[in-house]
């Protein structure tokens, strides 16, 4: 089992010491008591362990915070009822929170999803959890849910109403919502309920930099705190490089900034993050030459063991390159940009709430810098149906309060059927995150972006690197999205909260920057590289189609001609592999031997393209 993880045993009963005999067989510890028997157990690597007995109250804190023992303790004090337990996720960071006293026993992890948190059932009782797998294996059950890894083949990513159903990838774990908190009463019943918001976007620019700026500068410290090594994913865009700038202040020669250059000739990321670089000359930066680094796939024989399907696993030779070369210069923890495209870029739908004259400056402003006519922009910014009636017609149509969903079309009868099934079903009561779209789209982008950063950082911590994703902090999200939709989002100038808020910590010229790098001329190497080998994977003995899901059939004539695929159908035929990849380690087949496919795609065919 790989990356931090662990579980709790609600209530402490004598029956507890069976799963407690078998988290320690999946390489566990325990990680705190209560009333002398075994309470937590599992692996804490790299976050940070903490807990206090405040009269018949036990708490305890793990992850990414910076909280003592003393403020633990006053904060329980401090608490009253049982929903007010909430309180004490309002510390800088990111981690877990578990509390038991008399009324049972509650959990809850952060708004994006980061720390997730699941569930399940065993002969001793209710178990909660971090690991999905952990807690299959726990019950006894690792058998696949097909309905939820139907939704890892949707483009760009499920619609949340399916995404947080309360399913897992496994029949026995239930998942709880991002923004939820488990509660298992004295009776051994568990239930979620909501403890966090979307916040309503009504704070002004000038009034939100200040606030923004302080809640990411108090994210990356609490990250630095006890680091000897700091590095920072710096890719030269304004994300990752306003991160930069406030470790350098931070952590000075302890930042080091890693940039991996592109094959790409058109690409400037380079340029921009030396520029990044240069402006706070104490910190360290190294260049890394993309010929240097694994090939996107390399490796994909022997992934890594993900908790559900994610981009890291058929990538393994690659990420542990990356990670390796944090660690080789003592690096510990690596703080990732990912996340701030999605807090910082408001979905059009604000121009619904944005005054008639700035909406209407926006809206020539989005068709001049898109050069498109005024009327698609009116269009994309249109009111959307219902959410329950999105929701309900997803599958049949495009949403118009979320991106997508894209189907792919190799899809079987039966996975369709299966999500028309979860999609009505999830339409019953279904409202929205928040009531403005595009406070909602935000939120689901955050999400989506937070399902798969937990995975990587699941198995970066077992290569000896924590990852830390500060944009998707509770309070830099809330920062973000208190500002109005039309001054943090403008087609006239970039990020402007981002901008604002690193105003005089970053050049000039940088923070007018609007063009982005491409990665696609490296991933397109790798698929004409490893072609035929994922062509086998896909195509013979498929895991998804031995669960009635794909179609290998119509699947092989993408696959043949993946190097050149349009972004579209190359984020869905990725998505695919990491379905497909997923699948296979989850239930212990081999990737590596694979016969060479024959049909329904030959391997004349793949030659000949």
């Not at 608490?79 to 004490?88: E, I, P, Q």
């Not at 981002?498 to 190497?525: E, I, V, W």
Request: net charge neutral; hydrophobic share 45%; charged share 20%.
């Amino acid at each position: 089992m790989i990356g931090d993880w662990f579980v709790v045993l609600p209530g402490g009963s004598p029956a507890a010491p069976p799963p407690v005999a078998a988290a320690v067989r999946l390489g566990g510890s325990v990680l705190a008591r209560c009333v002398g028997q075994p309470w937590i157990v599992g692996r804490a690597l790299y976050g940070t362990v903490i807990g206090v007995r405040v009269g018949n109250v036990e708490a305890v804190l793990i992850g990414d915070h910076t909280v003592t023992r003393y403020e633990l303790a006053d904060a329980v004090r401090s608490v009253r009822g049982g929903s007010g337990w909430m309180d004490l996720m309002g510390f800088p960071g990111s981690y877990h929170m578990v509390v038991r006293g008399p009324f049972g026993t509650v959990m809850a992890g952060d708004v994006a999803g980061i720390r997730a948190v699941f569930h399940t059932t065993t002969d001793a009782g209710p178990v909660l959890g971090t690991r999905a797998r952990v807690l299959a294996d726990l019950a006894g059950d690792t058998r696949l849910d097909d309905g939820h890894l139907v939704q890892h083949l949707l483009g760009p990513s499920a619609p949340i109403a399916l995404a947080e159903n309360r399913s897992s990838p496994y029949r026995a774990v239930r998942a709880v919502p991002p923004g939820n908190y488990a509660s298992v009463d004295k009776d051994g019943a568990v239930l979620d309920y909501p403890w966090w918001v979307v916040p309503t976007d009504e704070t002004t620019l000038d009034e939100g930099a200040p606030w923004f700026r302080y809640a990411l500068d108090r994210a990356v410290t609490v990250r630095a705190a006890g680091s000897r090594t700091v590095g920072v994913e710096l890719s030269g865009g304004l994300d990752s490089a306003a991160l930069s700038a406030l470790t350098a202040q931070t952590c000075g020669q302890r930042t080091l900034n890693l940039t991996r250059a592109s094959r790409d000739p058109h690409n400037d990321d380079v340029m921009w993050a030396r520029m990044a670089a240069a402006a706070h000359p104490d910190a360290r930066h190294q260049v890394i030459d993309p010929a240097s680094i694994p090939a996107q796939f390399d490796g994909w024989e022997h992934p890594l063991a993900l908790d559900a399907p994610g981009p890291t696993a058929p990538s393994p030779d690659r990420a542990r390159f990356l990670w390796g070369t944090v660690t080789r210069v003592g690096g510990e923890v690596l703080l990732s940009g990912k996340g701030g495209d999605e807090v910082l870029l408001a979905p059009l739908t604000y121009l619904l709430s944005t005054p008639g004259r700035i909406a209407r400056q926006h809206a020539s402003g989005w068709a001049a810098l898109r050069g498109v006519h005024r009327r698609a922009i009116l269009a994309e910014a249109a009111r959307p149906r219902p959410y329950a009636a999105d929701v309900a017609a997803c599958v049949t149509s495009p949403m118009g309060w979320e991106n997508g969903p894209w189907l792919p079309g190799w899809l079987t009868p039966r996975a369709r059927l299966l999500l028309l099934e979860q999609s009505e079903r999830a339409a019953t009561g279904a409202v929205p995150l928040h009531e403005r779209p595009h406070q909602h789209t935000a939120m689901v982008k955050i999400r989506a972006i937070a399902r798969w950063s937990r995975l990587q950082s699941d198995a970066a911590s077992d290569a000896g690197v924590r990852m830390a994703y500060p944009y998707c902090d509770r309070h830099v999200i809330e920062a973000a999205l208190s500002v109005k939709g039309a001054q943090r989002t403008s087609p006239f100038t970039f990020k402007p909260l981002l901008t604002t808020a690193l105003r005089g910590s970053l050049p000039a010229p940088l923070l007018a920057r609007r063009t982005k790098g491409g990665y696609s001329a490296d991933d397109q190497a790798g698929a004409r590289l490893h072609r035929r080998g994922l062509a086998d994977l896909l195509l013979h003995d498929s895991a998804l189609a031995g669960h009635g899901l794909i179609e290998p059939a119509a699947l092989a004539a993408a696959i043949a001609g993946w190097d050149r695929a349009d972004p579209r159908m190359d984020l869905l035929l990725h998505i695919t592999l990491n379905a497909e990849v997923w699948a296979r380690t989850a239930e212990t087949r081999p990737l590596a031997g694979l016969m060479e496919v024959t049909s329904p795609c030959t391997s004349s065919q793949l030659e000949s393209r």
